[in-house]
């Protein structure tokens, strides 16, 4: 299937090398393939046209977990185009993943004056509160969203409620919509039909093992088995496969059962060192305007 998109997309450029579709799609396929291999081609995205290649790179660094690098283009494209509204939710995106609520609504307010019904500053302010368990705050907004009776609207408010820990009321909601994953699960779980719960959490995990590595998701099935060991292997995995989400570390409800271990401690505290390190990076990089390290830098 990579082979088959490579090929169109090669075609695509030898047709016309100065449209940037092509040449993105060869960069996804790349990345796909080997993220490292990647970086040319999205270079050279920036070559033919410089507003959507800093904002392909700022994601493509985004996906690598690599917020310091990701936060210099947002920058950059901020800079290039401070009336267009990607760049500013480029860092809203970035602040929310590095866990950071007041920097990230910062950008989510200058965002919203110059289009405050953008579909993507939206869906990051819902994920922030989603993630920090804030389901008042989720009815309130998500109406700009979804309608009212929708299974997206229903279930954003049950995600919320799950991670607010209400188990009740995460049960209501989700029973409106046709979800019954891993969440599901974790519901009957905490609400003593742990027969019934661990049923949906093995057939997620065989869901996962079969189709996808999804190995985040299988981190957070196998803490809630109370099995830490696969379930911190496949959290490192994660990490090391550029998964990346400070509120999910700090509040996820699967990992109550584990987060007393060493071994979770551990990887919470290694990961809570590098989110301050990047942090303290980003923030000299803004004071100084720090421009992109690439080849492209000579012509910024």
Not at 50 to 57: D, K, T
Not at 203 to 222: E, M, N, Q, V
């Amino acid at each position: 299937m990579l082979d088959s998109a490579t090929e169109y997309a090669q075609k695509a450029i030898e047709y016309n090398p100065a449209v940037i579709e092509g040449h993105m799609a060869l960069a996804l396929v790349s990345e796909a393939r080997n993220p490292k291999e990647a970086l040319p081609f999205y270079v050279a995205i920036y070559k033919i046209n410089p507003s959507v290649g800093l904002l392909a790179l700022g994601d493509y660094y985004i996906r690598r977990a690599d917020f310091v690098e990701a936060m210099k283009f947002f920058d950059q494209k901020i800079r290039y185009e401070p009336n267009k509204v990607e760049g500013y939710i480029g860092k809203v995106e970035s602040y929310v993943l590095l866990g950071q609520k007041d920097s990230a609504f910062k950008y989510l307010n200058k965002s919203k004056l110059l289009d405050p019904n953008h579909r993507d500053i939206l869906e990051w302010e819902l994920t922030y509160y989603d993630y920090n368990g804030e389901p008042d705050e989720i009815k309130k907004i998500g109406k700009l969203f979804y309608n009212e009776d929708s299974l997206g609207f229903n279930k954003q408010i049950a995600i919320a409620y799950l991670y607010k820990r209400d188990w009740l009321h995460a049960e209501e909601y989700y029973k409106k919509t046709n979800y019954r994953d891993m969440d599901w699960g974790l519901v009957l779980w905490k609400t003593g039909r742990r027969d019934s719960a661990m049923k949906v959490i093995q057939r997620a995990i065989d869901y996962r093992l079969k189709f996808a590595p999804f190995t985040w998701d299988l981190s957070r099935a196998y803490a809630l088995k109370n099995d830490p060991k696969t379930a911190i292997y496949y959290l490192n995995k994660g990490l090391d496969e550029g998964v990346y989400y400070y509120y999910w570390i700090k509040n996820d409800p699967f990992w109550d059962e584990i987060r007393h271990t060493p071994e979770f401690k551990k990887v919470e505290n290694d990961f809570y060192k590098k989110n301050d390190e990047m942090l303290r990076q980003i923030h000299e990089n803004e004071k100084r305007e720090v421009v992109p390290d690439l080849i492209i830098k000579k012509q910024l």
